[in-house]
Each structure stands twice: as structure tokens, then as C-alpha cells.
């Protein structure tokens, strides 16, 4: 059966100006390399479980030689765009709007520079393919979003236990606050871990993660 868990995310509109905070210039894209205006279903990168039959048609949508990824392809970008390309990080950032999947028969998604995006585009559209659908990547209204929704319904899964960036959210976001029984931990530092470990062998196991480390790391 296929299988995709992990911190879901839909509707997520990409950054288009990157000069609009730290987190902007990280993941701002241009149209040219992404013209629509919401990311796919996907999963936070940090941390994903996926069946091996999503694996297989993963590997098989990610192109063959990564060499095309070596240069920005500049074509006509708009004010936004223009902006982006201010910042010389993301003049030489790879993108992969040249690159060719090792099967593009059997690949609906033209991948992106943003691994997690990038393979839950993959499964997205490989899921609604099997159910003889396409996804709609410009998904926004009420109607389109269950149509979505029950595509993915019974493969991919929402696991409130991988925790995102709780020091840096959690004030925000309740739901994202640090929790003990967490699977994975979003930005837990070496030194975190580490203390982390040494009191549970202090407590037997019985260590707070979340009482010891109560601000950003």
C-alpha cells in the first residue's frame, strides 16, 4: 500500500519576494521556475516515512544526472522575480526547470529546487493518477480542495508528533508547540541532544525535552 506521513502541509502559496524576511530569501521561487500559485500537498523536509512503492516512483521522477541543476536559468521575470535575483545567493541557486526526470511518461510533476515540494508533488500526483485524476495545482476554491483531499485520503497522513521549529513556533502556533512523545524534532541542536540523552540516562528515560530546552536553541 502506499504511505506518506509525516507534518503535512496544503495550500501553501510560495514566496515570490525575497525580500520580505529571513525565511523569504531561503525559499522565495520565481514563476519561471514555478508558475503556480499554491505548492502541492507535501510533507515538512525535516523528517518523512514513505512506502517503498512511493519510493520506487520517486526515484524514477527525479532526473538522471543532477549536472542540469548546475546554473539559474534567467529568462523575463517580474517585479517580484526581479527582486529575487537581487540577492546573489539565489542568482546561483540550482534550479531544476531543465532537468528531466529518469521517466517522464510516468511523472506528472516537474520537480523544484525544494526537496520536500518536490517529492510531495511526486506522490500527490502520482496518487491521483492511479485514481485516474489530475492534480490541480492552482487549487483554491472549497470544491477543488476536497476533490484533493480525497485523493489523498487513506495514503497520506498527518502526524502531529514530527514537530517543526517548536522553539520558533510554538508562541504562533499552539499545535506546534514541543511536545515529550515526539518522533521527530525539528532543529534539536547536537548539544540538545546530547543533554537530552544524558538525563535520561540520569532519570531513567524520565527526561524533559520540552522543560529543559523552553527557548529557541
Known amino acids: 500500500d502506499d504511505v506518506y506521513v509525516g507534518r503535512e502541509i496544503r495550500y501553501a502559496s510560495p514566496y515570490r519576494n525575497a525580500s520580505r524576511g529571513r525565511k523569504a530569501r531561503k525559499w522565495a521561487i520565481s514563476r519561471e521556475e514555478y508558475k503556480f500559485r499554491a505548492w502541492p500537498p507535501y510533507c515538512f523536509g525535516f523528517g518523512y516515512v ?3 512503492t512511493l519510493v520506487q516512483h520517486i526515484a524514477a521522477c527525479l532526473p538522471r544526472d543532477f549536472s542540469c541543476c548546475s546554473g539559474y536559468h534567467a529568462a523575463s521575470v517580474d517585479a517580484d522575480d526581479a527582486e529575487l535575483h537581487k540577492d546573489e545567493r539565489h542568482k546561483s541557486t540550482p534550479a531544476y526547470v531543465s532537468c528531466i526526470a529518469t521517466n517522464p511518461k510516468q511523472c506528472a510533476f516537474q520537480p523544484v529546487r525544494f526537496e520536500d515540494v518536490t517529492v510531495g508533488g511526486i506522490v500527490s500526483s502520482a496518487l491521483a493518477r492511479r485514481q485516474g485524476k489530475s492534480l490541480k495545482l492552482d487549487c483554491v476554491s472549497d470544491a477543488c ?14 502526524e ?20 515529550e512523545d515526539f518522533i521527530i524534532m525539528h532543529r534539536m541542536s547536537p548539544r540538545m541532544i546530547r543533554e537530552y540523552h544524558r538525563e535520561r540516562r540520569k532519570h531513567n528515560d524520565d527526561a524533559s525535552i520540552c522543560a529543559t530546552h523552553s527557548a529557541k536553541p
Open 160 to 179: 502531529e508528533r514530527f514537530v517543526n521549529e517548536p522553539w520558533e513556533y510554538s508562541r504562533k502556533r499552539k499545535s506546534n508547540a514541543c511536545r
Open 50 to 52: 514513505l512506502s517503498s
Open 145 to 158: 480542495k476536497r476533490d484533493v483531499g480525497e485523493v489523498l485520503h487513506g495514503a497520506v497522513f498527518h
